[in-house]
């Protein structure tokens, strides 16, 4: 029975500088921002959507209220322009990330086809092989 030490295991050279990674293009990095048009229309959105809250808030306030009502209508103004924005926003980042999703999606079913599609023109270019015998069945 030995109870000497396992022996040694040693790998190969490993080279001292490892080569550098290749160059990100901007076709081959995939960004998570949507496009800067569906950006600026959800932007205008929650814009709108906080003056149409405010306008809201103002009159159910001003409707409520009687005498000097300033301060209670500009909160009022103030509390219908959060909702507004803040809901608008929620249905905005959901739905660009559901854009991002989708364009995800199209363009891995884009790969996955072109691939099912060279594998066709393989077996295609297999079968038409002029040089190749005919199986005997």
Known sequence: MC???PPVRTIGDVPDTPEPPAPATSATVATGAPPLGARIGAFAAILAAGAAGGFIG???TDLQCSGDCSVNTAIGGLVGALLGAVGV?????????AMHEWRTIVERD??????????KRARRARAIDPNRRPRVR
Not at 110 to 119: K, N, S
Request: glycine share 4%; no cysteine; hydrophobic share 65%.
């Open 89 to 97: 926003a929620i249905v905005a980042v959901l739905a660009l990330r």
């Open 58 to 60: 103002y009159a159910i």
């Open 3 to 5: 109870l000497g030490h």
């Open 110 to 119: 884009a790969t996955a086809a072109e691939r099912e599609l060279d594998a």
